[in-house]
């Protein structure tokens, strides 16, 4: 997961996606080829850290080395939440960047996501929430294996009220690198997961 985005602190709790401000600072996406990035953003305004000019100091920072660092805390906390309540296991990265943009907070003036914002600002609560729900209600969290020209049919049952919301995540093995060129934009996905 790239954490490129950095947004000021959400006093209080998300209340929604017009009140997250991305900071100048930021890095901004697309990739060359078109990926969305970020891919999310986490509060990297004004936080309380360690500081360079003695052993014992500290001070307010901001950048995306502060919101990075936020963000991995986080996926640190869901590894361990998930191990501690799938019997030691450890989820792919691709569950882990999956169960993240599944469930973050919608972010900026677009819907869905997009190159300030990625898929929104990471929400914790949110995804340990679908990995104890995981537990209780069998395939809320799926790792698949899909070969080469096949595909995977579900049905669910939808109880009618609120959205439907379903995330399909991959680790794309590496493509051919393109010859060397300035801002290509050819996309090097090897596989394409609809």
């Known amino acids: 997961?790239?954490?490129?985005?950095?947004?000021?602190?959400?006093?209080?709790?998300?209340?929604?996606?017009?009140?997250?401000?991305?900071?100048?600072?930021?890095?901004?996406?697309?990739?060359?080829?078109?990926?969305?990035?970020?891919?999310?953003?986490?509060?990297?305004?004004?936080?309380?850290?360690?500081?360079?000019?003695?052993?014992?100091?500290?001070?307010?920072?901001?950048?995306?080395?502060?919101?990075?660092?936020?963000?991995?805390?986080?996926?640190?906390?869901?590894?361990?939440?998930?191990?501690?309540?799938?019997?030691?296991?450890?989820?792919?990265?691709?569950?882990?960047?999956?169960?993240?943009?599944?469930?973050?907070?919608?972010?900026?003036?677009?819907?869905?996501?997009?190159?300030?914002f990625g898929w929104g600002l990471v929400n914790t609560a949110a995804a340990a929430n679908v990995i104890a729900l995981n537990q209780t209600v069998p395939g809320t969290m799926q790792e698949l294996a899909l070969v080469n020209g096949d595909f995977i049919e579900q049905t669910w049952t939808y109880s009618g009220s609120g959205p439907i919301r379903a995330t399909i995540c991959w680790t794309d093995p590496p493509g051919t690198p393109l010859p060397p060129s300035l801002d290509p934009l050819s996309p090097t996905l090897v596989n394409d997961v609809d």
């Not at 999956?98 to 973050?104: F, I, R």
């Open 1 to 116: 997961i790239v954490c490129g985005g950095a947004v000021p602190g959400v006093v209080g709790g998300f209340a929604g996606a017009g009140r997250v401000g991305m900071r100048s600072f930021s890095s901004w996406g697309p990739a060359d080829d078109g990926r969305i990035k970020p891919d999310v953003v986490g509060n990297g305004v004004d936080l309380y850290s360690a500081s360079s000019s003695n052993n014992t100091a500290y001070t307010a920072l901001s950048g995306t080395s502060m919101s990075s660092p936020n963000v991995t805390g986080s996926l640190g906390l869901l590894i361990q939440h998930y191990r501690a309540t799938h019997g030691g296991a450890d989820m792919r990265a691709a569950t882990l960047k999956g169960l993240v943009v599944h469930t973050a907070d919608e972010c900026g003036s677009a819907t869905g996501p997009d190159y300030s």
